[in-house]
């Protein structure tokens, strides 16, 4: 018996170990191939299948598409929306400092007016009563005067 066990190499745990984790390392590589070599057929396969005449067809397609669009209809809508942006703000401002400049002339026109009138009306009392208090003091001076002599 002896003579058989000889042949054999001793199997340790550490052996058993390592041999097991090169069997998953294998393992795993040969699965991570065919993982991959499974996704590139596939594009591959995509690929031959759509043939010629499948891929003209696309293309006409969005040639087609791309011909149907409204080019100069798409640069036009662009140029309104900038006029739309630029001239109504150019054309509120002026019409704003226009209506403002107006409406401040006629303020002071009326104002003005208003002031001329209104000064005209105080001058005039002020007068009245000026004349009104100097002939008052005018009556009183001869009243004094009267009284005195």
Known sequence: MEGQQSWLPRLSFRIATIMMCLLNLITALLLLQGFLSSASSRSELSAFHLNSAALRYVRESEEIRFAMRPLELIKRVKEIQQEAYEKPETAKEKDTRQTVA??????????HYVNDATSFKALEEWRKR???RARLRQLENNGTLATQA
């Not at 107006?102 to 104002?111: A, I, T």
């Open 102 to 111: 107006v409406d401040l002339s006629k303020r002071l026109k009326d104002l």
């Open 130 to 132: 000026k004349m009104e």
